[in-house]
């Protein structure tokens, strides 16, 4: 990332960092499973014959009390749309701006939608629950929050209550701004202008330290205002990140400019960013083969879409239900990595219910809200790596001689010689090795090099301990020459920055054809 704010720092105004559009789901997780549900109905005195008929009681219940809260604050009924199609975040906005509404409930609008629940089954013996797929009524109660801003929360009428809260991470940095009196021009989820744009991200990242589950509790009396009544007082919602967006906003003088350098990157991202390379962003190596391709039989498979839109253009690379895209609008540049499947990203923390107090272990990312610190941080770092893969697009200081001459003479470093690299040469496949997005996020390591070299030809027929034994001299010379640094207490090894412009560009010049060189050569 600071590789292309420094190259492209006369060509923006200020640059934010932090969450975009964040969706939470509740789950009375004591109501998910039909034997769960049967030890409720039990506590409840519930019978089985009757489930039903209460189960519609309560959704009556909720659905009056909703409107009660709705009409009393705005004068409007829950408004019923007969398709999901219909927009309800555009009707919530058109009341807002109809009446003025600055802060406090805007409206309620419902909709049958698909559903998950359970069903009564009748049978030998007493009735038994089944879960099952339907179809009920949901409640959208759209409001001004104190904290938040405009958002909404959606909750099924029908039993096991799912609620699904949306917010914005720029629209509550908009209200942050409002509060600490800080100017702005903004359009949509996008900051044209900012007149403090550090202050600005000092506030997009205490938005990362939110108390989430405190937080997201506190919206209960207005999206679910009988849960007492209906579930009694001890039952509480399990809260989990459904979908997270981070994105990271460069913000340009101007929209011509903003176009040029745009298109530069896209065509280099496409030039530069086979799928075997570009899968790596979503830290999933196991579907690279031996030789360094996509396995035939891997799956989910990587897309990649390029689309143009009368006001700008987006690149998008999508997988697993993750994706990282690249898009304009307006004189905005963004970057911005989607997570809806945090599972595919490694992370240290303690296991489940484990002491506290031992040491942290290598786990897969959880939806829970207890992960939303380290959430934040793996998609910081994708974006980073992936705009310091597009950043040797822009690099227009120094012609490539320029950037591989101090590489290419031998230097003396403590009383020993250091030899020359030969990037063309017999260095070449390490050092595109080490500009694999998959190292660029968690660093690389002398075994995770190894398995990547071991079929290379120059490689072949080499021991075990033979292999580790070149890899560690090789990992030695890029540390003596600052293309590689050494994670602390870690065995572990990333590229530095200089490193890192070294190798882009070295891939840009591989990439080339001979007739696109011989033009920037003219």
Known sequence: MRKLLSTLRDSITGWLDGFDRLAFVGHLMPLMMPGAADDFFDGR????CKA???MQKQTTSLETSVAEQVEAATGHPITYLRSTKDSKEDAARCRQHELGITNGLIGAWSCVEPCRSIRMVGGAGAPTLIPIQTQCKHLYVYQIHPLWGFMHTRIQTWFPYRIQVVINGREWLSRQLDEA?????????KFITIADDARARQLQDQQVATPWWTELNKLLPVAFPTMEQTVGPHLGYTWINWQSEW???LLFNDAATLADVSQRMMQYAFATGDSAKLIRFFNRPGMIGKSGAIRNSATPKLQTKMKEYPDGMRLRHWFNGNSIKMYTEFNVLRFETTINQPDDFRVYRHKQAADKQGPKELLPLRKGVADMAPRAEI??????AYMDHVAAAND??????????PYLSTRTKQGHRIRALNPFGKDRTLLTLIADPQFLISGCSNKELRDRLKNDPRYQGRTEKQLSGIITRAIRLLRDHGILHKIPSRRRYRVSPDGRRLVNVLTAALSASTKELAKQAA
């Open 52 to 54: 039903t008929a209460w």
């Open 247 to 249: 994105a990271t906003d």
């Open 181 to 189: 009196g800080i100017s702005y021009e903004r359009s949509g989820n």
């Open 396 to 405: 227009d200081e120094n012609k490539l001689h320029d950037i591989l001459a």
């Open 379 to 384: 998609s910081r770092r994708i974006n980073s």
């Open 45 to 48: 005195k519930i019978l089985r």
